[in-house]
T-cell receptor
Framework: DAGVIQSPRHEVTEMGQEVTLRCKPISGHDYLFWYRQTMMRGLELLIYFNNNVPIDDSGMPEDRFSAKMPNASFSTLKIQPSEPRDSAVYFCASNRDRGLGEQFFGPGTRLTVL | AQSVTQLDSQVPVFEEAPVELRCNYS??????LFWYVQYPNQGLQLLLK??????LVKGINGFEAEFNKSQTSFHLRKPSVHISDTAEYFCAVSSRSMNQFYFGTGTSLTVIP
């Protein structure tokens, strides 16, 4: 199994631009999570999906952030417009049982907004 | 409500010395506990987990942790660390009734040659 795949690994953009981060979960996993990691705030859960449906988006910082999961094998996290304070590492994770099982993390996307 | 506290943000230790990384949790329900490791520029990977049964849990790379319900702790230990253990370590709590994992703020372990 290839594990959780994220792209791009690094993204540098200018303030005001749209940014789209992509994630492919492990096949058969029906939960998908988006996290953000910064030095100041640590690891924060932004949103999670079950069977492609968003279940809890209370961690999404503001309306500039949106996430979709059009099918079981693909999810996107979009920031529009981006701001310098959005600079962080964004992780995608998946698992079969959100309350019990191990979460498998992707390698992350390091986003820098200038 | 559930929460996880990692008491030490940074732990320096000499190579081949023992180490303990502390984790305390608060929860009103039965919990499942996890330790993850994050090597530089990588994602998190599971070290070990406690779901039920024996309170002493053994994980990868020689790490182990002990679930102590009375003290609400799940400290991570290794009897002899290597340079390659230098990483960030995260404690996490979950349960059947929760809708997410709760991660601690992380402990940065630095192994000194």
């Amino acid at each position: 199994d290839a594990g959780v795949i994220q792209s791009p690994r690094h993204e540098v953009t200018e303030m005001g631009q749209e940014v789209t981060l992509r994630c492919k979960p492990i096949s058969g996993h029906d939960y998908l999570f988006w996290y953000r990691q910064t030095m100041m705030r640590g690891l924060e859960l932004l949103i999670y999906f079950n069977n492609n449906v968003p279940i809890d988006d209370s961690g999404m910082p503001e309306d500039r952030f949106s996430a979709k999961m059009p099918n079981a094998s693909f999810s996107t996290l979009k920031i529009q417009p981006s701001e310098p304070r959005d600079s962080a590492v964004y992780f995608c994770a998946s698992n079969r049982d959100r309350g019990l099982g191990e979460q498998f993390f992707g390698p992350g996307t390091r986003l820098t907004v200038l | 409500a559930q929460s996880v506290t990692q008491l030490d943000s940074q732990v320096p230790v000499f190579e081949e010395a023992p180490v303990e990384l502390r984790c305390n949790y608060s929860s009103s329900v039965s919990v499942y506990l996890f330790w993850y490791v994050q090597y530089p520029n990588q994602g998190l990977q599971l070290l070990l987990k406690y779901l039920s049964g024996s309170t002493l849990v053994k994980g990868i790379n020689g790490f182990e942790a002990e679930f102590n319900k009375s003290q609400t702790s799940f400290h991570l230990r290794k009897p002899s660390v290597h340079i390659s253990d230098t990483a960030e370590y995260f404690c996490a709590v979950s349960s059947r009734s929760m809708n997410q994992f709760y991660f601690g703020t992380g402990t940065s372990l630095t192994v000194i040659p």
